[in-house]
Nanobody
Framework: QVQFVESGGGLVQPGGSLRLSCAAS????????MAWYRQAPGKERERVAS???????AYSDFAKGRFTISRDNAKNTVYLQMNSLKPEDTAIYYC????????WGQGTQVTVSP
């Protein structure tokens, strides 16, 4: 079963940037559509962005123009570049195979605050 380890989160001021990484193990992810999700306190988990095996990307409205998802199949890793961060982006960020309900990692905390 594929497992994910997310990293790269932290505390950043509004307008700042972070680059998240998601390292997969246990299976090659090159054939899967991968996605980043986030869950803010008291809210349900929501999808942020996805990237398919052909590198076609899709973004939720709140991420368009600010976030960029990418993948490096040689490293079995997916990335999320986040720019122009806002306080409402504060959440735990996770990656997973799009649509999967299993195999969630610990996530990485992103806090956007002055």
């Amino acid at each position: 079963q594929v497992q994910f380890v997310e990293s790269g989160g932290g505390l950043v001021q509004p307008g700042g940037s972070l680059r998240l990484s998601c390292a997969a193990s246990g299976s090659l992810i090159r054939f899967y559509t991968m996605a980043w999700y986030r869950q803010a306190p008291g809210k349900e988990r929501e999808r942020v962005a996805s990237i398919n095996s052909g590198n076609t990307t899709a973004y939720s409205d709140f991420a368009k123009g600010r976030f960029t998802i990418s993948r490096d199949n040689a490293k079995n890793t997916v990335y999320l570049q986040m720019n122009s961060l806002k306080p409402e982006d504060t959440a735990i960020y996770y990656c997973n195979v799009l649509g999967s309900t299993r195999g969630w990692g610990q996530g990485t905390q992103v806090t956007v605050s002055p």
